[in-house]
């Protein structure tokens, strides 16, 4: 069974950091991508950034790009995403996805990140 666990999240002031993690445990090895997800209260969830499994191909949202760098441990069951000069409109639950085939179809159960002024 593949079982995703987020950390990392918390409370920051804007401009401010923060890393996420995802681990990945079970069988990894039919993942093709890995993704982050967040969704704002009231507001649908919406794609942030993915990876594909070697590392190299890298995708980000229009409202991130610039700021945020998603990345991969040596063993590629561990995968990050780097938040640098976070805004307010950054707060919500971010998610960690993993992509078989075409879809998304195992999800982690998120980490809150909060950004105050």
């Known amino acids: 069974q593949v079982q995703l666990v987020e950390s990392g999240g918390g409370l920051v002031q804007a401009g401010g950091s923060l890393r996420l993690s995802c681990a990945a445990s079970?069988?990894?090895?039919?993942?093709?991508?890995m993704g982050w997800f967040r969704q704002a209260p009231g507001k649908e969830r919406e794609f942030v950034a993915s990876?594909?499994?070697?590392?190299?191909?890298?995708y980000y949202a229009d409202s991130v790009k610039g700021r945020f760098t998603i990345s991969t441990y040596n063993d590629k069951n561990t995968f990050y995403l780097q938040m640098n000069n976070l805004k307010l409109e950054d707060t919500a639950v971010y998610y960690c996805?993993?992509?078989?085939?075409?879809?998304?179809?195992?999800w982690g159960q998120g980490t809150q990140v909060t950004v105050s002024s």
């Open positions: 079970g069988r990894t090895f039919t993942y093709a991508r």
């Open positions: 990876i594909d499994w070697t590392g190299n191909l890298r």
């Open positions: 996805a993993a992509k078989q085939a075409a879809t998304w179809s195992d």
